[in-house]
């Protein structure tokens, strides 16, 4: 089955323990974004990345970092999490960037205390 | 901010009754995508229509596109209570990143 898998779902932790959130697609997409989606503003994106180590930032990318060492993982990493990076965070993959329709994981709902 | 912005930011409508939600937004675009959000699961595609387009469907969804006001119209038909989600619109000017509105919030009463 095509999909998008985050890990993990659901996660709790404190200010400045440094947390990994795993994204695989199985599509052989080239094309994999990283958003967070914040009540009242929408889908924001972090960063993203349109090939094998390639990547770049979006709009929101401070207090994040991103990986592509293979063309279907595309971690997300908070070195230091803050309070305000408690979010829910979606991956998302697509052929490439101007082919249109976006396949979104199930999200990754992280709180930060 | 190149961001869509839907409107009504809620609606509520009865089984079987017509919804229409809308969206604006700021810059030229390639092309208008609409998604589906059930309460926090993943964002599903709906439907794509490109700049040169101006209506386009797909089963009881239906999108109107006018680049001359820069906005655009989801209508879905005969809405069942399993329609209830949310609704995004998504503009891609070619930046590499697609820019997500705040979303219509439609809820179907059975």
């Known amino acids: 089955e095509a999909q998008v898998t985050q890990n993990p779902r659901y996660l709790i932790t404190v200010t400045g323990k440094k947390l990994t959130v795993t994204c695989s697609q199985n599509m052989n997409h080239e094309y994999m974004s990283w958003y967070r989606q914040d009540p009242g503003l929408g889908l924001r994106q972090i960063y993203y990345?349109?090939?094998?180590?390639?990547?770049d930032k979006g709009d929101v990318p401070e207090g994040y970092k991103v990986s592509r060492k293979e063309k279907r993982n595309f971690p997300l990493i908070l070195e230091s999490p803050s309070p305000n990076q408690t979010s829910l965070y979606f991956c998302?993959?697509?052929?490439?960037?101007?082919?249109?329709?976006?396949?979104f994981g199930e999200g990754s709902r992280l709180t930060v205390l | 901010s190149q961001q869509g912005e839907e409107d009504p930011q809620a609606l509520s409508i009865q089984e079987g009754e017509n919804a229409t939600m809308n969206c604006s937004y700021k810059t030229s675009i390639n092309n208008l995508q609409w998604y589906r959000q059930n309460s926090g699961r993943g964002l599903v595609h709906l439907i794509l229509i490109r700049s040169n387009e101006r209506e386009k469907h797909s089963g009881r969804l239906r999108v109107t596109l006018d680049t001359s006001k820069k906005s655009s119209s989801l209508l879905i038909t005969a809405s069942r209570a399993a329609d209830t989600a949310s609704y995004f619109c998504a503009t891609d000017a070619g930046a590499n990143n697609l820019f997500f509105g705040t979303g219509t919030r439609l809820t179907v009463i059975p």
């Open positions: 998302a993959s697509t052929l490439s960037a101007n082919t249109g329709e976006l396949f």
């Open positions: 990345s349109m090939n094998v180590e390639v990547t």
